[in-house]
């Protein structure tokens, strides 16, 4: 944020779908208005809840003069009607009240689409808080949160944290920052292990390696440990599905170095690398048949299967069978 503790900017728009870093920005925001105000307090709402007079209370002048920060949320949904009373406030607005504008940048309406451009124009302080869909972002995200804990992580410890913990950010940012505090700021492949030893070994991540990897004995030990901790069954499924498609693509682009690969596949070497490792000993008939088995897992465990817990142990065997057979 630019604004000044004194006088904290009295509009931000936070732009974007990715729920941690929203909140960061709105905690940054109630932040600095409290630098100005301590007493500043904090209101949110969703504009689909919000009525004009309800709007017009919100941001009216208190009578004590303190500091307020009134967060309008989801403002993808905003009416029409909305849109012109946050427009017309902003033409005057109150002293000390600051106006944080929630929204993905789209929606259906055409006061939704419109919005940011007005927020912008009338001077907006900004914040991007894009939804990190490819790997690389996640990469980039995990190593900023290793540094502002004041670590530092290397290749392999990367690779290792994102294959124990997956892609949920606020899980990610939580174990960076107590890697960090347990490794003395120095985040390697080691200290990754240790951190998630016992963990590391029941994410639907190591089960799905060891189904691919046609081990049959190791997959199923896995997947039981994972149900018995509550993994839930649909990240397993989605885990061994990545694997399964992440092998068919690599093995179908043929060999090549990893790094060049890279921007051809959307991945990043270090998967691509693992995949081709993964790949020998699959052939496009078990690949076929095991795209079959994970698409099948995939709507048994989201309520087509009377046993989730079943339908996972029989898809991990097959998958494993898939490989082993060729």
């Known amino acids: 944020m630019t604004a000044s503790a004194a006088s904290p900017s009295p509009l931000h728009l ?21 630098a100005a105000d301590p007493t500043a ?28 920060v009134i967060v309008l949320e989801q403002a993808q949904d905003i009416s029409q009607e909305i849109s012109d009373a946050v427009l017309a406030y902003l033409k005057n607005p109150a002293e000390g009240i600051v106006l944080v ?5 789209g929606g259906r309406s055409k006061a939704a689409k419109a919005l940011p451009a007005a927020l912008r124009k009338a001077g907006a302080v900004i914040t991007e808080c894009p939804k990190l869909t490819k790997p690389a972002e996640r990469e980039s995200f995990v190593r900023n949160e290793v540094r502002l804990a004041g670590g530092k992580i290397d290749a392999a410890g990367l690779v290792a944290l994102m294959d124990a913990v997956g892609s949920d950010l606020r899980e990610l940012s939580s174990a960076a920052s107590q890697l960090v505090a347990d490794s003395g700021g ?3 492949e080691a200290a990754v292990r240790r951190y998630h030893r016992g963990r590391a070994d029941v994410t639907g991540f190591a089960v799905a390696e060891k189904a691919v990897s046609g081990d049959r004995a190791a997959a199923l030990e896995s997947l039981r440990w994972a149900m018995q901790l509550g993994v ?29 690969m890279a921007g051809e596949l ?4 270090w998967k691509i690398r693992k995949a081709q490792g993964q790949a020998r000993g699959w052939n496009q008939t078990g ?24 339908a996972l142990e029989r898809a991990v065997l097959q998958v494993a069978a898939a490989k082993a057979t060729q």
């Open 266 to 269: 959307g991945m990043p070497p």
């Open 287 to 310: 690949l076929a048949d095991a795209m079959r088995i994970v698409a099948r897992l995939n709507a048994d465990v989201k309520g087509a299967a009377a046993d989730a817990n079943y």
């Open 14 to 34: 936070v732009l974007g779908e990715e729920e941690l870093l929203i909140e960061r920005a709105v905690k940054a925001t109630l932040e600095v208005s409290r």
């Open 41 to 68: 307090d904090i209101t949110r709402m969703r504009v689909s809840e919000l009525t004009a007079p309800v709007l017009a209370e919100m941001v009216s002048p208190s009578l004590f003069s303190e500091g307020r």
């Open 232 to 260: 839930p069954h649909v990240l397993v499924a989605d885990a061994l599905a990545d694997a399964v498609r992440t092998i068919a693509r690599v093995s179908g682009a043929g060999r090549g170095n990893p790094n060049q």
């Open 186 to 188: 120095k985040v390697d």
């Open 101 to 105: 504008v929630v929204t993905t940048g």
